[in-house]
């Protein structure tokens, strides 16, 4: 079975990892590439290794995890899809087999909240891995006066501690956000697609999303 690992080592993933970031910054996107694809796939992994799900799913969440972003070599619009189409065709040349390799694609297709939806274990995981990774980290942009909402929203989120409990049945994303330079409502403005999307998700897993922002449960 191919695995993460093989997929690290793999030329052509790497660089369209490379460009995708390229691009992204050039249009003033928030960080994509590999601090935030290997937390995305760090994540995914152990969402679904706390709720026992076997290894090969596992396994699988943390390649989607790690390829997801890649789209944005093309375009930022529908990157979802084309990095789907993008990944099923590296998968296939790598010898990956059709079914992992399409629930792969299926994932990465639908992990954008503009278009997709939960409708895997694997999806599932992605999203709540992707939309939980909210920090200032990701801000790309060193000028503050020039922020967009996007950039102001990050870069207030100081702390971001995202736990699954398989006993409570619980996935817990708690920030710490600083409202001297955001307040909390601005969050909800750009992310409430976001957090919607992370709700459902954790209803396709059979657990519940929870939001807390500065000690305050908002979801």
Avoid at 35 to 50: K, M, W
Avoid at 57 to 73: C, F, Q, T, V, W
Avoid at 157 to 178: G, M, Q
Wanted: aromatic residues 6%.
């Amino acid at each position: 079975m191919i695995t993460l690992e093989d997929i690290k080592k793999n030329e052509e993933v790497q660089e369209l990892i490379i460009g995708a970031q390229k691009q992204l910054n050039v249009l003033g996107y928030t960080e994509h590439s590999i601090r935030h694809i290997t937390i995305v796939s760090n994540r995914a992994a152990e969402i679904l290794r706390e709720l026992e799900y076997p290894q090969e799913r596992i396994e699988l969440a943390k390649i989607a995890g790690y390829m997801h972003d890649i789209g944005n070599s093309v375009n930022r619009v529908d990157h979802a899809h084309s990095g789907a189409i993008l990944a099923y065709e590296i998968l296939k040349d790598m010898g990956m087999d059709v079914q992992r390799r399409t629930e792969i694609m299926m994932a990465i297709g639908n992990h954008d909240e503009q278009t997709g939806t939960a409708v895997s274990d694997i999806s599932a995981a992605l999203i709540l891995a992707d939309k939980s990774d909210v920090h200032r980290d990701r801000v790309v942009n060193t000028n503050m006066s020039t922020f967009d909402k996007h950039d102001k929203v990050n870069y207030a989120v100081t702390n971001a501690d995202f736990k699954i409990n398989k006993e409570k049945r619980l996935a817990s994303l708690d920030l710490t956000i600083d409202t001297k330079i955001c307040p909390v409502l601005d969050y909800f403005e750009i992310f409430m697609d976001r957090t919607m999307m992370s709700k459902y998700a954790a209803k396709y897993l059979h657990i519940w999303f929870e939001l807390i922002i500065n000690g305050t449960k908002l979801l």
